[in-house]
């Protein structure tokens, strides 16, 4: 080392100068011992404070690294606290929400009791309000004209085409009944499972309106959706029952409209394959009778 160097030339020069001195002088003397020792000395000062350097670049690094550690937290924490704010002002809701866009409905009601003069039309307005097949099938055979049975022997009787037409209105009026029977039980049960619907649509809209942050939460928000979208497919299925009713209606209308049209035409046919034979006892009656008439005249 370069230190070690000048100790050693500064040795070599000390020890001619203490010989030329000791020569000269006579009483100093040099001391090698000594001299290596203080050698030895600085450099383990030397390496000591090498060290000291390294450890000092080391505690510097250290804390480049606290500090970056420190900026990260620091960014960290305003990124946190801007989300936690974020999401505070997200389930807050406004004050006047509820005012401004809440409206009724119109919900289904009861039907009032009516007169029931002659003990037929409680038994329909009670089918009309609580629904069921029994209360349905009691309120149509009240209130709904019925149909008697045909006689059998003189069913019998009459010929294939009469017994075919009087079948087809059979057909027709038992069609008819069924259907009536079935949408007085529908428009009953729809109307009775109203009041519960009401009471959920209450409570969804109340929460919906509702300011308590509880009520503002990512899950409440999804979980008001979902019931929001239950209650849609519930309203909907009871629309669709309702459209299935008043197609029935319309299928049984149509069926007669057929009935009357089909019933024409096979009118017009029989008439035409028998209009000859017809008419030809026509008009041999008419000729016995005019035969007759003759006959008796001449007498």
Same mark, same amino acid.
């Given at each position: ?16 100068? #203490?010989?030329?001195?000791?020569? +000269?002088? $006579?009483?100093?003397? @040099? ?7 203080? *050698? ?6 030397e390496?000591?404070?090498? &060290? ?12 480049? &690294? =606290?500090?970056?550690?420190?900026t ?7 990124? *946190?606290?801007t ?6 002002q997200?389930?807050?809701?406004? +004050? ?5 866009? &809440? ?27 609580? $629904?069921?097949l029994?209360n ?7 209130? @709904?004209?019925q149909?008697?049975?045909?006689p #059998? $022997?003189?069913? $019998? ?15 027709? /009026?038992e ?18 499972d ?10 969804? =809209?109340?929460?919906?309106? /509702? ?16 019931? #929001?979208?239950?209650? %849609? ?11 299935a ?8 209308? +149509? ?5 009357? %049209? ?5 009118q ?21 009778? *005019? ?8 007498r």
């Amino acid at each position: 080392m370069k230190l070690l160097r000048i100790l050693a030339l500064t040795f070599g020069l000390t020890s001619t100068f #203490a010989t030329s001195a000791h020569a +000269q002088f $006579g009483g100093v003397v @040099f001391d090698p011992t000594q001299s290596a020792h203080a *050698i030895q000395e600085i450099e383990q000062g030397e390496q000591q404070i090498e &060290k000291w350097g390294t450890e000092l670049q080391n505690w510097q690094q250290h804390l480049l &690294k =606290e500090a970056q550690i420190y900026t990260t937290a620091v960014q960290t924490r305003d990124q *946190i606290v801007t989300a936690y704010n974020l999401a505070y002002q997200m389930s807050r809701m406004p +004050q006047n929400l509820e005012a401004r866009y &809440k409206t009724d409905w119109m919900k289904w009601s009861s039907l009032a009791a009516p007169p029931n003069t002659y003990g037929n039309t409680s038994a329909l307005v009670n089918a009309l309000n609580f $629904g069921g097949l029994p209360n349905a099938s009691q309120g149509f055979s009240k209130a @709904f004209v019925q149909v008697a049975s045909y006689p #059998a $022997g003189s069913y $019998g009787s009459l010929d294939s085409r009469t017994q075919a037409t009087v079948a087809n209105q059979y057909a027709t /009026s038992e069609l008819a009944q069924t259907t009536a029977t079935n949408t007085l039980a529908t428009l009953g049960t729809i109307r009775s499972d109203n009041q519960a619907f009401a009471a959920k649509l209450a409570n969804l =809209e109340a929460d919906t309106f /509702s300011i308590d942050p509880n009520q503002q939460t990512e899950n409440a928000l999804l979980a008001k959706i979902n019931s #929001a979208t239950l209650l %849609q497919i519930h309203s909907q299925q009871d629309t669709n029952q309702i459209l299935a009713a008043l197609a029935q209606q319309q299928l049984i209308a +149509q069926k007669q409209q057929i009935d009357a %049209q089909n019933r024409a035409i096979n009118q017009s046919i029989y008439f035409q394959q028998n209009f000859s034979g017809a008419m030809q006892n026509v008009t041999n009656g008419v000729s016995d009778a *005019i035969h007759s008439i003759s006959l008796s005249a001449g007498r």
